[in-house]
Every structure is written in C-alpha cells, then in structure tokens.
C-alpha cells in the first residue's frame, strides 16, 4: 500500500472510531418522568467533564428544576427563548464550586436546538452547577445571538434523547416571574 493511501485509511479509520464512540448519558428521575440527555464529551469536553463530574460527586443530590421560560412570561425580553432551568438554584451552593471555561458554539459547533442540554451563566466564564434544556430551537442562545448582550451565547454540552415530552410537562408547569411555584426535583444518574 503506498504511504499516501495508508495515511488516509489510517486518519478515515481515527475519525470514523471517535464519531462511532459511544456518548456517556445521564437520566433525570422527576416526579413527572424521565429524561434521558446524551453528553457530548468529544465537541464539548470542558463542560460535558463538569456536567459528569457533578453527577459522580452527587452534586445533584437534591437539584431542581425550578426556573421556566416561555413567550408569554417573560414580557420585557425583547429576545425571547423557552426552556426549562434546572441545578442547585441557592446561590450559597452554586458558590461552592469553581466556574468553568465558556465552550462557545462557535468553538464546538453544538447548537441549541430543540432538546439541547447548556449551561446557565452570567458572564462568560461563570457556569458551574446551573443548567437548561431548550423547548424547541433557540438560535439566539448561540455565539452571537442576541440573548445575551455580550454575544457570546451558551454553552451547549448535550442533549435530550428521550422525554422531551416530560420537558414540555415542566415547562407548562404554575409559575411566578419564571420561577415554578412548586419546583421539580430532579435525581440525576448515570446508567
């Protein structure tokens, strides 16, 4: 075989292997049902890493969803967005662990599309414990959309690949200036 051709059947052979590879996934128990996400280690090290570390640990023993987003209450958002929110929700506990690096879009080519699993921040550079899932497809959650003034987006590190009708159960859920009257506990797992 000519080097050329060994090269090329050798770099097919690594690229096909990594995109054949199995993704880790974690399940999300809630009293309304599961949610099964696929974690994107490979586009989305930094953060999928972070996500995963936090389920071993038991970080989410006692996690929540308990933030909704949907058009009608958020009247003062000129860019409007539907997802669900969910993570420790006490600031006192959020601060206990360290932020992580921001994984752009742009950087890892995830997309919050419909189901999509991201990390919740304030500046780039602040996320640690606080996630959402998109409802539905929200471009202007990603680089440069218009969410966020700084432009930067979020970081998409997974995404849901069963029970999004369990989502959309949540999101419809009684709320008050997007926060659920009766939060949603949540246990997380790996398989």
Do not use: W
Not at 118 to 129: F, L, V, Y
């Amino acid at each position: 075989m000519k080097p050329r051709f060994a090269f090329l059947f050798v770099y097919i052979l690594f690229f096909t292997n990594i995109y054949a590879q199995q993704l880790p996934k974690t399940i999300f128990k809630t009293s309304l049902g599961v949610i099964v996400c696929e974690i994107d280690t490979v586009h989305a090290p930094a953060t999928a890493l972070n996500f995963l570390n936090h389920v071993k640990n038991r970080t989410f023993e006692n996690a929540l969803f308990y933030r909704v987003v949907r058009p009608n209450n958020q009247p003062k958002s000129k860019v409007k967005i539907e997802v669900i929110q969910g993570g420790l929700y006490d600031d006192k506990l959020i601060e206990k662990y360290p932020p992580i690096i921001h994984e752009t879009t742009q950087q890892t080519g995830l997309k919050h599309t419909n189901g999509a699993l991201s990390m919740a921040r304030n500046e780039p550079g602040t996320a640690s414990t606080e996630f959402f899932i998109c409802v539905g497809d929200q471009p202007s959650l990603d680089f440069g959309g218009m969410r966020n003034i700084d432009g930067q987006g979020f970081a998409v590190f997974g995404r849901v690949i069963s029970g999004m009708e369990v989502v959309r159960k949540i999101q419809q859920l009684k709320d008050t200036s997007q926060y659920l009257v009766e939060p949603v506990k949540i246990k997380i797992e790996a398989p």
